[in-house]
C-alpha cells in the first residue's frame, strides 16, 4: 500500500474531536477538490510502499508506547486501495477503534462494530460536486458521520437539501420509524465563511436543526500552524 505518513495526534473533526489516535494516511485520490489540504498525499510520489503487516506493526508500536486505540484511516481516498480490507479486519481484530474518512465516492461496504465511517459530501465549491452520489450516503448508519466542507452560501443551501434528500431515503427504508441518520457536521473551508454566518444559518434551518447538525472547525488548525504536517 502506498502510505505517505503514519503519525500520532488529536483528531480534529467529528466524533472523537480531541482524543488521542494514530493516523495512517494513504496516497492517491480519484478527487481534486479545490481546497484540498494534503495535495502531497494525493499527487507525486511522496509516498513509501508498506504491507499490511508493516502498517500493523507501526500502529501496534503507538499503542505499545502510549497505549492509543484510535486509529484514523484517511488519505487521499482510503478506500480505494488494494488490501484495505485486510488492514481493516485486522485492526478491527486486535481491538483498536478506526474512523475510516472518506470521500463520498465509495460505498461503505466494510461493517465492523469497532469501525466508523467519516463521509464527506463535497459542494459546490470543492468543484466535485457533480460526483456525489446520494446512495452512497445511504449506506452511512447511525454510528457513521456525514460531513459537509462548506465554502459559500450556495454550499449552505446544498447542504441542507442533501440533509432533506437522505432523512427522506432513511425514513423510507425504515418503515416510518427512528431514521437513523448519521451524526451531520459542518466544517468551514479554512478562511471563508464566517464562523457566526454558518451558525446563524444553522440555527436558521429547521432540517438542519431537527437532524442534529453540529458546528465544528478543523481543531489541529487551531492547536497548530495551519500547514503544519504529521498532526
Not at 5 to 12: A, D, P, T
Not at 131 to 155: P, Q, Y
Request: charged share 25%; net charge negative; proline share 2%.
Amino acid at each position: 500500500m502506498k502510505v505517505c505518513e503514519i503519525f500520532k495526534s488529536i483528531e480534529g473533526e467529528g466524533l472523537r474531536t480531541g482524543e488521542a489516535a494514530v493516523f495512517v494516511r494513504l496516497h492517491g485520490c480519484n478527487l481534486r477538490c479545490s481546497y484540498c489540504d494534503s495535495m502531497y498525499a494525493v499527487e507525486g510520489n511522496d509516498y513509501k510502499q508498506m504491507s499490511v503487516d508493516d502498517i500493523v506493526d507501526a500502529i501496534v508500536a503507538y499503542r505499545a508506547e502510549s497505549g492509543v486505540q484510535c486509529v484514523t484511516l484517511t488519505g487521499g481516498e482510503p478506500l480505494l486501495h488494494a488490501g484495505v480490507d485486510e488492514l481493516l479486519q485486522i485492526l478491527c481484530d486486535k481491538g483498536f477503534k478506526v474512523n475510516i474518512e472518506t470521500n463520498g465516492t465509495v460505498p461503505c461496504k466494510w461493517q465492523n462494530s469497532h469501525l466508523f465511517y467519516t463521509m464527506d459530501w463535497k459542494c459546490k465549491s470543492s468543484g466535485m460536486s457533480d460526483k456525489m452520489r446520494i446512495e452512497n450516503l445511504a449506506t452511512l448508519s447511525h454510528n457513521d458521520v456525514l460531513k459537509f466542507v462548506v465554502g459559500s452560501t450556495e454550499d449552505l443551501t446544498e447542504a441542507e437539501e442533501v440533509v432533506a434528500q437522505l432523512a427522506i431515503i432513511k425514513k423510507t427504508h425504515t418503515q416510518g420509524t427512528e431514521s437513523r441518520m448519521p451524526h451531520i457536521y459542518v466544517s468551514p473551508v479554512f478562511g471563508t465563511l464566517e464562523y457566526t454566518s454558518i451558525v446563524e444559518w444553522m440555527l436558521s434551518s429547521r432540517t438542519m436543526t431537527e437532524n442534529k447538525a453540529r458546528f465544528q472547525v478543523q481543531l489541529h488548525k487551531v492547536v497548530w500552524d495551519p500547514d503544519k504536517r504529521g498532526v
